[in-house]
């Protein structure tokens, strides 16, 4: 990670500085003055005089300027580590939608952008796209509707919808549940994970009702804690040798958040009816006319043939897993039914046993080579090769920033006399409170000003991946580092991206193409070459390191074989084994995928209000996923479809992806 004192940010990065009462007064002011900036244009100019130039081109000005702040004012509530800033932020993005669902159902500036349109204008490009798309935004929400009841319903239905998202997201984002084990229900997880787990007598009974209760098997005096955030799930399932501990976890996860339930329900059905009331039979039709699919049949056509086209690598699959897991259990001392199943808890378990078996993929020896700040750095080395980036970092006290664990860079593109780009930031590891999955954030869209001067963009990428120890520092597994490609391309993305107005800036495309160059930058570290330069064993880095690399190992593994350090770069051989697991059980993953969207296909695309009204969303949720992927849930063992409640943590569908989580099978 380079630095450079003769590079100098042209514009300084965003404050960070918000308060409770301070980012509510801010986003009263916002509404204010866009609200004045409308009544001015409106006063002032009749529809037969609209022009680009006295109608849109004001208010992409007052669009430009207030984007540097909108977006940061609700960015709190997904990383702010105080509670009360994030009720705050939450609050002020309830005002900002209300405020622009009342602006887009304002029939007398509707009636200047009709003006617009008619007089057909010879515009640039992104001048006529701009005024395509705010036209049709002002369609889209209610103007298609008769002025009268049917219409003020619509604005009513949009803020609760509106009310419900945030709640949901919330509620997702607040949630701390989780489970409590004894040491030897863990048995399979690497000491590490153990290590990092908060522990308890187990005298005490659980003091969490969210918890589920346990039965302490006397395995040594204490049981450990063990959330649903990634860096707790993810080895649960991949790890856990008790089948019956995984199950347990699966099941749980899946059923946390059950305030959620209700209120999906709710959207499901007030999307449906307002899709109605302008005149589309469902939602998917409404948002699917606004990306490049154009309608639902595109996307149901193509989701169906991607699960024709899979079933039978899929069952392929099943069979090459059960089969492990058969062997597996037979080894366990335990009885194997004939008709063994395959369950949705034992997928991720024996896809790495399969790895480790057949391609010497071990996934916590692997991860030593790939500590988060060294892939990082070559990371950026990649991105400095490929598009001539460089990376700057911005030392902790010189810049604001949301947390103290928060990392900043500057942003410069060398091919172009060192043009400043913009600033990027990571948000790395879980806290209560946080956005629980990954994802990327435009913090300020790039834009050029009425006076043609350049705004800069900055963006962050907001993750959940091991906190370091003392010890050892935050290593990612593979499935962690495809993460770490795909958000950064969105970041990289972000900043390299060049628009005239700041509503079509970087990642703000159609959002079935949003996913695009991502998923594109994730093949980097497909490739042997790219895997080698970014492996740096961390045993390296320091002698602490080193030291705590060597106290790791167990006294049997001392004693079967002379502690030798590894390589400094991983071996060519474990390279080409890892290359080779690219594609294995990739049916079984890529029908979750399909399950998911053919799932979101369906609540959003009801035949009929009645259906949406009265479908049991948790079986519907749990009968598609059995039949599209053939993995077994509980319903095979007499418990019916009706468990849990997966459909109401399915963060992207009360997100920007209803009808359009397709997007991740482009």
């Known amino acids: 990670m380079a630095s450079s004192p003769k590079l100098a940010a042209p514009q300084p990065p965003p404050a960070f500085d918000a308060t409770p009462t301070s980012l509510i ?25 609209a022009t680009f130039e006295n109608v849109i081109l004001p208010f992409i000005n007052d669009e430009n300027s207030k984007s540097r702040e909108t977006r940061i004012l609700k960015f709190y509530a997904s990383t702010s580590p105080r509670k009360e800033l994030r009720d705050a932020s939450n609050t002020a993005s309830k005002l900002l939608t209300n405020a622009e669902i009342d602006f887009l159902t304002r029939e007398d500036f509707y009636e200047l952008v009709n003006g617009v349109v008619k007089r057909r204008e010879k515009l640039s490009s992104d001048s006529q796209y701009f005024l395509e798309k705010l036209h049709q935004s002002f369609q889209q929400n209610g103007l298609k509707i008769p002025n009268g009841p049917d219409r003020e319903r619509y604005k009513e239905i949009q803020k609760r919808i509106g009310n419900l998202t945030r709640e949901c997201l919330r509620n997702l984002n607040g949630d701390t549940s989780g489970l409590w084990f004894t040491r030897g229900e863990l048995e399979g997880l690497p000491n590490d994970f153990v290590k990092h787990c908060r522990t308890e007598d187990l005298a005490f009974e659980p003091d969490d009702a969210r918890s589920v209760d346990y039965e302490a098997k006397g395995e040594g005096s204490s049981r450990l804690w063990v959330t649903f955030k990634d860096p707790d799930t993810i080895p649960i399932m991949k790890f856990a040798a008790n089948p019956e501990m995984r199950r347990k976890e ?166 172009n006399r060192n043009d400043f780009l913009g600033y990027l930031y990571f948000d790395f590891f879980p806290r209560d409170g ?11 869209p790039g ?37 770490l490609f795909h958000e950064l391309g969105h970041g990289i993305h972000s900043l390299v991206s060049k628009t005239r107005y700041s509503r079509f800036h970087g990642t703000s495309v159609d959002r079935d193409f949003v996913e695009a160059p991502s998923m594109m930058f994730e093949n980097f570290f497909w490739t042997a070459r790219h895997m080698k330069e970014l492996s740096y064993h961390y045993s390296y880095l320091s002698p602490e390191y080193l030291t705590s690399w060597k106290a790791s190992w167990s006294q049997e593994e001392k004693e079967r074989a002379e502690v030798v350090q590894p390589p400094l770069q ?73 468990w849990g409640n997966g459909y109401a943590v399915f963060r992207a569908i009360v997100g920007k992806y209803d009808a359009g989580y397709y997007t991740y099978l482009l």
């Open 25 to 49: 007064e801010d986003v009263k002011r916002i509404i204010e003055i866009s609200r004045k900036v409308v009544d001015d244009i409106i006063a002032n100019i009749d529809p037969d005089e």
């Open 250 to 415: 699966f099941i749980a996860n899946q059923s946390r958040c059950p305030q959620n339930g209700p209120l999906y329900r709710e959207v499901f059905i007030l999307r449906d009816e307002a899709a109605r009331l302008m005149g589309y039979p469902n939602h998917a039709a409404f948002r699917t006319e606004s990306k490049m699919v154009k309608t639902p049949d595109v996307v149901n056509v193509f989701l169906g043939n991607v699960r024709t086209q899979l079933k039978t690598r899929r069952d392929e699959e099943i069979d090459i897993l059960l089969q492990l897991k058969r062997a597996d259990l037979e080894a366990r001392g335990e009885q194997v039914p004939e008709n063994e199943q395959l369950y949705l808890w034992d997928r991720v378990y024996y896809d790495r046993i399969l790895k480790e078996k057949y391609h010497s993929f071990n996934q916590n020896e692997i991860a030593e080579y790939f500590s988060l700040d060294k892939t990082l750095s070559g990371m950026f080395k990649i991105y400095s090769h490929i598009f001539g980036l460089q990376f700057v970092e911005v030392p902790a006290g010189k810049s604001a920033r949301w947390h103290e664990s928060v990392t900043m860079f500057t942003v410069w593109d060398q091919d």
């Open 434 to 444: 946080k956005y629980t999955h990954a994802g990327h954030y435009n913090l300020q």
């Open 570 to 642: 991983i071996p060519e051989g474990v390279i080409q084994n890892l290359v080779k697991t690219k594609h294995i059980n990739g049916a079984l993953l890529n029908l979750l995928k399909t399950f998911q969207s053919m799932f979101d296909m369906a609540v959003h695309g009801a035949q009929t209000h009645e259906w949406v009204e009265n479908v049991d969303l948790q079986v519907l949720f749990n009968k598609m996923r059995a039949e599209i992927t053939g993995l077994a849930g509980p319903e095979v063992d007499g418990e019916g479809y009706a």
């Open 447 to 483: 834009y050029f000003s009425a006076s043609g001067e350049r705004h800069y963009p900055s963006s962050a990428l907001v993750m959940n991946f091991p906190t370091p120890t003392a010890t050892k520092p935050s290593l990612l597994k593979h499935e962690e580092l495809r993460r």
